[in-house]
């Protein structure tokens, strides 16, 4: 053993014998200990692995934890992420973003995301992280479309589902509500929102006609309008007269529409005396020219041959089938008793429906309050005017008038 090693034993024997550990004790200690650090050789321990957890006791309470993360994040502490739209700049935390934006997961690490697009506004922005750092969600009918076009854009999946519980409640948007935000969503090509909104327009049909933004619509949409059945009309004969409405705004150009809008113009549920009225040449010029016309005389003669055929053969009769009587979807009819062309066609306070008529009635809705549509009543005798219920006291049904 060289000289090295044996300074080094002695010295181990001299430090453990000033610890006062007995001579026996410490030989034993060091029958089996390496003589020089170089002798020294690491072993590894072996590792068990359990399936169960290992417990991990946090320094803090859990809920003080969470609560301190909420005040975080809610009163926007330690932001890192600035978000800015149209020019507004809005300090926010990107996790917080990640979570509740499928959007913004397309910015992994960032201090700063300008958002200039059009659908997203500076109000929109920040209602949506509001609900996002606090669940606080608040949607009215002035905002709602605003609202609707951002998550969209944001790809927020359920603010999207909320916006459309409020959509689909006629508590939040029915009738004249509803075809206003119909004519908001016209330029952002929302077609299952302006479906939608058709559908409720009911009572406030009549008063949508005499807006301008129903002068203002397409072929294509005044076509969308007018075959929703939930149109409440008292005869067909004023959706013939819609129609007309919308086309006498720039005849010149509109004309070449007809055939395609007249398609909606349910002819058959018109009473046969008035199919018979449009075969004859009307004094207005533009009408006489629209009814003039091979294919509207041809539609006109089916019409006629259809109600006059209807009148006669019940709905069990075996000639309905082969002549293709099957009954013609309705529409929603309504009285107004204000207006002389609702009265019962025998009323002695009956007027003819021509287009002059019409123009004036939708007059008389401009200069009447807004509210106008919610006074019309189903089409039935307990709504009819009193002139009216006396010709039907004695008839089982309507159409013995």
């Not at 697009?117 to 750092?133: A, G, H, R």
């Not at 409405?245 to 058959?268: C, G, I, P």
Request: aromatic share 12%; proline share 5%.
């Amino acid at each position: 053993m060289d000289t090295t090693k044996m300074s080094t034993a002695e010295q181990m024997r001299k430090e453990l014998m000033d610890q006062g550990i007995a001579p026996a004790m410490i030989s034993l200690m060091l029958e089996d200990s390496p003589e020089s650090i170089d002798e020294v050789q690491f072993k590894p321990m072996p590792i068990e692995f359990r399936d169960e957890p290992i417990p991990c006791h946090l320094i803090c309470d859990q809920a003080k934890l969470m609560a301190e993360i909420a005040n975080i994040v809610q009163n926007r502490i330690l932001t890192d992420v600035q978000v800015v739209v149209h020019g507004t700049p809005f300090d926010c935390h990107l996790a917080v973003l990640h979570i509740g934006s499928d959007y913004f997961k397309q910015f992994p690490s960032t201090n700063k995301i300008v958002i200039d697009e059009p659908d997203v506004t500076v109000l929109s922005f920040e209602k949506i992280y509001e609900w996002m750092i606090n669940s606080n969600f608040e949607v009215d009918y002035e905002n709602c479309l605003e609202l609707y076009l951002a998550v969209r854009f944001l790809q927020i999946p359920r603010l999207i589902e909320l916006m459309w519980i409020f959509f689909e409640s006629t508590e939040n948007i029915s009738e004249g509500r509803a075809f206003q935000l119909y004519v908001r969503a016209i330029p952002y090509s929302i077609e299952n929102l302006q479906a939608l909104m058709l559908t409720r327009l009911n009572r406030f049909f009549l008063t949508a006609v005499t807006t301008q933004e129903y002068i203002n619509l397409t072929a294509e949409q005044v076509y969308a309008v007018l075959t929703i059945s939930a149109l409440a009309v008292n005869s067909e004969m004023e959706v013939f007269m819609s129609v007309f409405r919308w086309m006498m705004y720039d005849w010149a150009e509109r004309k070449k529409h007809s055939h395609f809008l007249m398609q909606t113009v349910r002819f058959n549920l018109m009473p046969a005396w008035y199919i018979l009225s449009l075969k004859t040449k009307p004094k207005k010029r533009e009408l006489a020219e629209l009814l003039d016309d091979p294919i509207m005389q041809d539609t006109l003669d089916a019409a006629l041959s259809y109600t006059v055929t209807q009148h006669f053969i019940t709905k069990d009769s075996p000639l309905t089938k082969p002549l293709e009587l099957n009954t013609e979807h309705q529409r929603e009819w309504i009285i107004d008793c204000y207006a002389r062309h609702h009265h019962l066609y025998n009323c002695p306070n009956w007027v003819y429906l021509d287009y002059k008529v019409f123009d004036s009635y939708m007059e008389e809705i401009i200069k009447s309050r807004k509210e106008h549509f919610k006074d019309l009543k189903l089409f039935k005798p307990s709504n009819f005017a009193p002139c009216c219920r006396e010709l039907v006291e004695n008839c089982e049904t309507l159409l013995e008038i």
